[in-house]
């Protein structure tokens, strides 16, 4: 009898790790092949093909895993009671962990919640500062798509139509992409304007390329439109041009960040304050 017991938890460890391996090299497969759609690959930041977005179809479809989000974002401003930060750098929820790691040249907190970096609650995703691999929301998340469509129906009002063409992606497919463009023109060029795994803004779920991946969008009466409006709904232009030594990255007019209330801040009359140098911070790796 005990014989037949330990053959059969035998037989059941194995079969577990063989079921464990069929996925890890299921998983590693669906990396691989990962068109690169995009005409002129320079601006590669594209990539519309991957599972996380869908990119002929708007913000709506991507909004599903917003819950978890949400409660992220509020578990980060619940837990930033003024007298904590004082007293006890670090505070524990039964939920998540907050520590303040320390300031900006701005004089910002900068705060780490779960593995992610925050200043001024705004999530921070830039060279200097990665997303944990396990951090997915898994598309765009919810304050992100209602401020999206509010700005959309905006800019169709005034003849202008908006369409995300690459939305969320996951730490993986981050990873596929980056790598790609490192075969193909090496580390120094590709990170110039592609992001590392982890570093991308495109896996917090709240940026999005808009409309066309390309120089000249800047130049279109969309990405105009864009440019000078978008901070009305909470989005700034996160890469502008001129300022690739602050940002790491060259002119993306196409690429919108959604920080919230703090967008206006940094619109400063069509003349684009960075991110990095509104809270006082590096982009470099
Ligand atoms: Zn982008």
């Known amino acids: 009898m005990k014989k037949l017991s330990l053959i059969i ?17 299921t ?19 594209t990539d519309s093909s991957s599972n996380e ?15 978890n989000s949400k409660s992220e974002i509020k578990d980060n401003s619940s837990t930033s009671s003024t007298s904590n930060k ?17 300031k900006t040249t701005k004089q910002y907190n900068i705060e780490k919640v779960n593995g992610v970096y925050y200043i001024k609650g705004i999530l921070i995703a830039n060279k200097s500062y990665a997303l944990p691999s396990s951090y997915a929301p898994g598309g765009l998340k919810s304050e992100f798509t209602i401020a999206y469509n509010e ?8 003849g202008i139509s908006l369409s995300i063409v690459s939305g969320y992606r996951s730490y993986n497919t981050q990873a596929t992409l980056y790598n790609n463009y490192v075969k193909r023109d090496g580390k120094k060029e590709a990170d110039t304007y592609s992001a590392r795994a982890g570093h991308s803004e495109h896996q917090s779920g709240l940026a999005a390329d808009l409309n066309k991946i390309s120089d000249s969008f800047g130049e279109t009466k969309e990405g105009k439109w864009l440019a000078n409006n978008c901070y009305k709904y909470g989005f700034i232009l996160r890469y502008p041009k001129g300022k690739q030594s602050i940002t790491g990255y060259v002119y993306e007019p ?15 009359n069509g003349n684009w304050i960075t991110l990095e140098e509104y809270l006082g911070i590096d982009s470099k790796y």
């Open 27 to 45: 998983a590693s497969e669906n990396k691989v092949d990962e068109p690169n759609t995009s005409e002129n690959n320079k601006e590669v930041d």
């Open 86 to 102: 004082q007293t006890n750098m670090s505070t524990k929820t039964s939920s998540s962990t907050k520590t303040i790691v320390g």
């Open 9 to 25: 938890s035998l037989s059941l460890i194995i079969s577990l790790v063989f079921v464990t391996g069929c996925d890890k090299k």
């Open 254 to 268: 196409w690429h919108f960040r959604f920080i919230g209330d703090e967008a206006k801040n940094l619109y400063n």
């Open 53 to 67: 977005e869908s990119s002929s179809s708007d913000s709506n479809s991507n909004s599903s895993s917003s819950n």
């Open 151 to 158: 700005m959309k129906k905006a800019a169709l009002k005034e």
